[in-house]
């Protein structure tokens, strides 16, 4: 079946790095457009990034363009999101997602903080 599994969240000081993974099974990542979506606290699912099939285009959030940065790595079957130069307002529970969002991951959670 369809399992989406993420990690690599945890606590950044503001300006640091996280590279988060999500690992798929049960489809081919590169079948499929993937992205990444957000939850802060309290407030909605934001889309963050986008990748799509075949030509592997990307698109992001304005909020995030220039800092994150996603991608797949086929052999691995593994969606990733670079995030550098992180702000305390990018803390908020990421979740990976196939297309339009019927699969989802359980998520891993961003801290920012100083």
């Known amino acids: 079946q369809v399992q989406l599994v993420e990690s690599g969240g945890g606590l950044a000081r503001p300006g640091e790095s996280l590279r988060l993974s999500c690992a798929a099974s049960?489809?081919?990542?590169?079948?499929?457009?993937m992205s990444w979506v957000r939850q802060r606290p309290g407030k909605g699912v934001e889309w963050v990034a986008g990748?799509?099939?075949?030509?592997?285009?990307?698109t992001y959030v304005s909020s995030v363009k220039g800092r994150f940065t996603i991608s797949r790595d086929n052999t691995k079957n593994t969606l990733y999101l670079q995030m550098n130069d992180l702000k305390p307002e990018d803390s908020a529970v990421y979740y990976c997602q196939r297309g339009a969002g019927v699969y989802r991951g359980r998520g891993t959670q961003v801290t920012v903080s100083s």
């Open positions: 990748i799509q099939r075949g030509d592997d285009q990307t």
């Open positions: 049960g489809f081919t990542v590169k079948d499929y457009p």
